[in-house]
């Protein structure tokens, strides 16, 4: 039968990947210097492990096979208490987790698996290391003689008396003797002497032997293999009639090199596997209930769907506009309709946008490794606390959220953390805490990553941000102080490290969280810690939004960028340095973006100008600026459609939706406009 | 045809497993570890049981150990999938009750004749 393996290794893909982060995971949660090692843990790593190689070895995959084949066996000492844990193991178990990742990836793409050869040799050398000779009972060792002089036909003599209570393991004789005979011309005598009368018959015994002879072309290793399940339940006992060499006998176990070599392997087994079962019948992991309810879909199915939702969201949009002008008595049912389909696409498109929301475990479960090497590169002492994995958010969001954290937590690690002897000195724990954090606030996610280091030093950050030319009051709050370390070019370490720290990382950190419509914040104590805290919105795919017309064209102000909108006369418009316009709200002063001009719209005629205009101020980080706007449409939801992969990047504008008349609309990006405002008219300032 | 247990916590294994043997003309329930199987095997009738040697919650021996003490499954033929590596102890499979072993990695041709083995 020839069955194409390949349907299956999508799903052999999935699980080992799986199978490598619970390898990881498991590897970093334990403390190789502890007295006893938890054995499931151990078990859990290397069932993974054993997986994968299993796996590989059927799939095709014979690299991956042979190379999870080293990490197993290691494992598997590992496992049989034969060798302790030390940090070095962890360390090299973790190095193959990373290499067997970068082969199975390899794969995922019909690409060369790559050999890490480095890593091979290192495994090989402590496996040889060991004080044990690693002897793996290979069964072809119990079978030395070539069979090529079995090519012709040669007859034994086979006394075969299985055990009493064989069928009691599933094996029956009579199948092994059928077994025999489809192998070549068969004469079986039965040996029946132990047979008792019928009525003293114990039918779940079988009291009989057998002597068989075979003339077969089969060679001496096919005949034992039809014994092999049962070669220690019997006594077995073969001899070639054409050469008269002695009688090769199979008596239980002693003549068997295969189990001699493997009973002390057993008994090295025996501590692992002793608290084992206890361990079993224990409460159930917690993750395995989360896994079997769970079906895996491809991303772009569901990205269909949601696409197929906001279209729909679109048409029923329009399909409201008309039934606007219905007349509300003569078509009732009708409106009635439209007012439960309104209804019901809204809890539709609540429950697909669902469907993209992953916990933050995803990304969470990615620092137990990061902090580990990035404190262990440090020579710090750095413990992670996590907390709220289960808080889901946009898969989008996830993923763009991932660098800015990494960033965030390796940051806390290199300037937060003091080294262990500076934090005993300071009466601290040597080790350090590292807290993230995610929790639900209102329709945002909030994301706190918190260190109970050194803290931030109010008056270097002071003294810094002076000599990089920032205005900063002496006596601004401290909220407004830290908060700088935002800004370009100001870095809070006194040294440049490998890790972090060269000027450039929470400005950009800022920015990405700001391009992702969320905020950050920091806030810290001198000597107990700094906490930072990103609020994130929970999906980038929806939007509230204020339309407005700007000339011919409707645009998407994000609502909750919108802080009032004024209609103001031309003269309080007024023009500082003939540059920049500027606009008084209430004893402030706000720069006026004309978003006509701004954009280029045509349309915006003389007459528009010159009319009263009216202004919509939205604020971004703390930054408001007024927006002169032709007229105020309305409020609605808009399905947020992503610019860059069908035009190209469009400074201050976010992405496009389609309105209910089918119009293309651009929704304006608050932070990226201000930005591009100010680089228009700093030419022209300089 | 038979009907066949097959116990995995691979579910590529499984899958494998089961779309052989199905090709074949038989019937099979997937158990995606010991403690599973063993409630499924409670609770229906099969000729033939399969099953891994590592898996959480109960291993492969367990499982064994555990059908052998049910009437019904005393003389059922039970067969191991296991490893050359040694790791998999053939031995202990068989003082548990194991019938035979099935060494992975196996392709489904090995797969068919070892089964055809115990359901002549």
Known sequence: MSLDMSQFHQTFFDESFEGLDAMESGLLGLDPSAESVDPEVVNAIFRAAHSIKGGAGTFGFAEIGGFTHLLETLLEEMRSLKRRWSSEIVDVLLKGVDATRAMLEAATRNEPIPSPSDLEQRLQDILAHGTEAEAMPERQSSQPESDAADKGMTTWDIQFVPEPDVAQQGNDPLRILRALASLGNVTTHVDSVALKPLTEHDAETCPLGWDVQIETAASEADIRDIFAWVEDACSLQMTRRSTPSAPVAIAPAAADPASAASSPKEQGDKPASGPAPAAAAGPKPKKDSVSTSSIRVSVDKIDMLINLVGELVITQAMLQQRGAALDPVEHESVLTGLSQLDRNIRHLQEAVMSTRMLPVDFVFSRFPRLVRDTASGLGKQVKLITEGEGAELDKGVIEKIVDPLNHIVRNAIDHGVEMPADRKAAGKDATATVRLSAWHQGGNIVIEVADDGKGLDREKILAKARKNGVDIAEGAPDSEVFNLIFLPGLSTAEKVTGLSGRGVGMDVVKRNIQSLGGAVDVSSELGKGTRVTIRLPLTLAILDGMTVRVGDDIMVLPLASVVESMQVQPADLRSVGGERSLLKVREEFVPVIRMDEFFGYRGSTEADRNEASLVVVVEDDHEKVALVINELVGQQQVVVKNLETHYKPVPGIAGATILGDGRVSLIVDVGGLQRAARQRSRPIAA | ?120
Not at chain 2, 18 to 45: C, M, N, R, W
Not at chain 2, 63 to 85: C, D, G, W
Not at chain 2, 90 to 111: C, H, M, S, Y
Request: charged letters at 25%; proline letters at 4%.
């Open chain 2, 1 to 120: 045809m038979a009907t066949i247990l097959a116990v995995d916590d691979s579910k590529s294994m499984r899958q494998m497993v089961s779309f052989t043997l199905q090709s074949a003309g038989h019937t099979i329930v997937e158990a995606e570890d010991g403690q599973d199987a063993l409630e499924k095997a409670q609770g229906g009738s099969f000729d033939l049981v399969l099953a891994d040697v590592n898996m959480p919650r109960m291993d492969g021996l367990s499982l064994v150990r555990k059908l052998r003490e049910l009437p019904s499954y005393k003389f059922i033929p039970i067969l191991m999938l296991t490893t050359e590596a040694g790791t998999d102890k053939k031995g202990e499979g068989r003082n548990a009750g194991a019938t035979g072993w099935i060494v992975k990695p196996f392709n489904p041709d090995q797969l068919l004749s070892t089964i055809q083995r115990v359901l002549a």
